[in-house]
């Protein structure tokens, strides 16, 4: 994902998103979702193609792009890993797994690895609180982990 | 005749290897040439047992769990296509305490079908429903609907019947149903398990739900944290407009109706139905202040009816056996059933869906055999974290809205979380603070500037700062949140802070530092 993209490019491929997407009912967060999936974060020049085509102000759209978690300003690592911080991860001693996990990564929260392998998130809630605590790493959801499983995971994403 | 073997696709059953089981007895079958294929069901709903295998022998299914790919081949030694035993064997599923114990009713489906076949759906009393709407008139549906008691399940528990009527008398060229499916809360997972495990049944409630109150089109708001929902009600969606159950005319009644799924983007306040609907229409999840109500002006200003995914999913079934028969459960005003999600530090965490009335302490101590650690519970969280901490002595209070209300608790979405006596609960209080902080739309300043206050009130009083004086600002903090709030997340953090405060004060008194020295 943390590929550089040139700018004309972007242009280019947020048009096509928008005209793929505008015909929708609310359309903004349907083509947000695009957008980041196709560069892996939000690029900023994407902003005013959207507004125009929306017929929006560029502050409206800032307004929704920020208010998100979801939405990011820059690139991340290669994988992202989410960690569990809600209530029933905490139960089952989450908080401590994941100061290991940032202790293991050097990262705090939102950071990203030096090697640009692993970018590090908290997510509140992936709907596995019986098997807490739970992780996601890329899209595919762990649960029950401990310190071990984590760290295989980690080498894993890092190879 | 072909084998029946079913592996769920449940993203809890995945979450602990579902994928490679699966995998593991897809080339076991092959190697073997054996007749039989892999269904991929949802979950049942006992989480401790995923993923849990099951066989169907002369009609009965047989369980094995939690099976590892390392159990596989010893699983096919020792019979497993035939129910053979084996140490990881629980016999018949339907049997299982768990299970037997439980009245299924908007789970009746879910973990046994295929959740994205029509044919099994429909086999196991789907549509019946739907057909049955189609040949009523709108208020009769309704009327229906209002008198089986049927309550908004997404924690509110606001009458659905009365929510309808107000839509279905709403005057409107466009309406809409909006599906709360944005199930934030911790230690609740039931709108995912019917998404991925029964879609059809939620396809199906919302299109009564447009037959009744004269809307045509439908969303489901979901979370960018649900992956696996949201491609399954996706899949579920197109295969259900190619049956003509949605579309221009729902089952051929002449009567449009479509819906899409919409994906949330990380915000917990989208939960709130306004802000919920904001969101939708492309904006910031900023909570509208009520009136003007959803009902006469919601989605893009269109009269809405906006339900959470239970209550709808909850609709075939009454339109299926009528109100009377869903009427029946439960107890006072909560009538019906209600799927709890017992979750958190609990050895049997997984769905129970009952009538209510039951006890926390039954459902803590005996039903999910209390903590997975083996410690004692201290504290269990009943409605996410919005929700009151509850200790023991409540543990007799029966699970209803208005006995939850009666303790200055909620049942909220019905997830209960719970923790041992390891449990920290002014960390547990500053983390409703700071978790509403971190949430907050920022419109309403209780909530905004409140929460914020709350963390450093919280702080001060773990580092031993006059507690005493803070804990009385905090409470005070607590009820201008309370009070002040626009909506439920700055208005409901005072739950889980007051009552952490109320029931452990011991948690709030830090131990002096001079004392802590010698």
Known sequence: ?159 | MTVRIYVPCDAAALALGAERVAKAISEEIAARGLDAKIVRNGSRGMHWLEPLVEVEVSGRRIGYGPVKAKDVVSLFEAGLATGGDHPLCLGEVEELPFLKRQTRLTFARCGVIDPLSLDDYEAHGGLAGLRRAVSMLPADVVKEVTDSGLRGRGGAGFPTGIKWKTVLDAPGERKYIVCNADEGDSGTFADRMIMEGDPFVLIEGMAIAGLATGATKGFVYTRSEYPHAIATMSRAIDIARSAGILGTSVLGSGKAFDMEVRTGAGAYVCGEETALLNSLEGKRGIVRAKPPLPAHKGLFDCPTVINNVISLASVPVIMDKGAAYYRDFGLGRSRGTIPIQIAGNVKHGGLFETAFGTSLGELIDDIAGGTASGRPVKAVQVGGPLGAYFPRALFDTPFDYEAFAAKDGLIGHAGIVVFDDTADMLKQARFAMEFCAVESCGKCTPCRIGSTRGVETADKIARGIEPKKNRELLADLCNTMKFGSLCALGGFTPYPVMSAMTHFPEDFVPTPLIEAAE
Not at chain 1, 4 to 27: F, Q, W
Not at chain 1, 71 to 95: F, I, N, T, W
Not at chain 1, 124 to 133: M, N
Request: net charge negative; aromatic share 4%; glycine share 8%.
């Open chain 1, 1 to 159: 994902m943390n590929i550089h993209v040139a700018k004309g490019d972007i242009a280019t491929r947020t048009t096509a998103i928008i005209d793929h997407l505008k015909h929708l009912e609310g359309p903004l967060l349907p083509i947000l979702h695009e957008i980041q999936d196709e560069f892996g974060y939000v690029p900023q020049e994407t902003l005013p193609i959207i507004a125009m085509e929306l017929n929006l102000s560029r502050a409206e759209v800032h307004g929704v792009v920020t208010f998100y978690h979801d939405y990011r300003d820059h690139p991340v690592g290669r994988h992202v890993l989410k960690l569990c911080r809600a209530e029933a991860c905490q139960s089952m001693g989450g908080d401590a797994l994941a100061d290991r996990v940032k202790a293991l990564l050097g990262i705090d929260w939102h950071g990203t690895t030096p090697d640009g392998a692993i970018t590090l998130e908290p997510v509140f809630c992936l709907g596995l609180c019986s098997c807490s605590p739970s992780a996601m790493m890329d899209g595919e959801v762990h649960g029950r982990v401990d310190a071990a499983d984590l760290e295989a995971l980690i080498s894993e994403a890092r190879r």
